[in-house]
């Protein structure tokens, strides 16, 4: 098992920069994904972007060019980097870990941390 907690968003002006952070209870080191995903209202949460143990990078399109993801595993944190926030970034966000045990995929959640992008 492993809690996530999300910090790092809030308001900001299209053009600008928001840094995420995910903190994680125990080591990330072993966990096979760590990913972020985003749930507009009224929406399906999708996946932003994740990052696995061998650090393969993966980002949806809207955000590529835009939105780094990193992973810090001495500190037990991943982190988004979000730049040239557009307001159809506007969504609650959350922290994912995915991991392989016994042959099945289990997920974590945090609670999410809400971002609001103004025009």
């Known amino acids: 098992q492993v809690q996530l907690v999300e910090s790092g968003g809030g308001l900001m002006q299209a053009g600008g920069s928001l840094r995420l952070s995910c903190a994680a209870s125990?080591?990330?080191?072993?966990?096979?994904?760590m990913g972020w995903y985003r749930q507009a209202p009224g929406k399906q949460r999708d996946l932003v972007a994740s990052?696995?143990?061998?650090?393969?990078?993966n980002y949806a399109d809207s955000v590529k060019g835009r939105f780094t993801i990193s992973r810090d595993n001495a500190e037990n944190t991943v982190y988004l980097q979000m730049d040239n926030l557009k307001p159809e970034d506007t969504s609650v966000y959350y922290c994912?870990?995915?991991?392989?045990?016994?042959?099945?995929?289990?997920?974590?959640w945090g609670k999410g941390t809400l971002v609001t992008v103004s025009s």
């Open positions: 990052i696995t143990n061998g650090g393969r990078i």
């Open positions: 994912n870990a995915r991991n392989m045990s016994l042959g099945t995929w289990l997920d974590y």
């Open positions: 125990r080591s990330i080191f072993g966990i096979n994904v």
